[in-house]
């Protein structure tokens, strides 16, 4: 769908500049999130990945924010496969927090606590029930994320 919306002749760039005007940051998050669910119908492939990652920039996302749910869908990607490698989830857990392998135990609960407030549900109810549902699927992939970390380290 995203490659067929490429072919044809829209100026994107100026429509991401209009959204960077017109919505909050975490509206601008969840139609990020969005993009990267429509692109994961299949494997995102380099150009798919470079476009929504332009577009990211142009709406005004930081590049933090975008590596955080990039991190996201390749987990999920990383899930479908036959092999799974434990080392590549706790990479992608810490690129979902926004955090260093190197994070003390104070440092990654409040990066989850941030990470928690940042992609609440309740910040997007005004733009309906789909951009909802995109920010639970946020929230579980923060907490999922913490877990993982907070096993791999030993915390309680």
């Given at each position: ?29 969840q ?37 955080s ?28 927090l ?26 997007v ?32």
């Open positions: 769908m995203l490659k067929n919306i490429l072919e044809q002749d829209y100026d994107y760039k100026t429509i991401c500049l209009q959204i960077n005007q017109g919505l909050n940051y975490s509206s601008k998050l139609l990020i999130h969005i993009l990267f669910k429509i692109s994961s119908a299949d494997k995102i492939d380099s150009a798919e990945l470079n476009l929504l990652q332009t577009m990211a920039a142009l709406i005004g996302i930081t590049m933090v924010d975008f590596q749910i990039k991190a996201i869908y390749l987990q999920q990607q990383h899930h479908l496969g036959q092999v799974r490698d434990i080392r590549k989830e706790i990479d992608l857990a810490y690129q979902i926004e955090i260093d392998k190197n994070a003390t135990e104070e440092d990654i609960k409040k990066a989850y606590r941030r990470m928690a407030m940042k992609y609440h549900p309740d910040k109810t005004n733009l309906g029930e789909e951009f909802k549902e995109t920010a639970t699927e946020k929230f579980k992939a923060v907490k999922s994320a913490y877990e993982l970390i907070k096993k791999e380290k030993g915390f309680a």
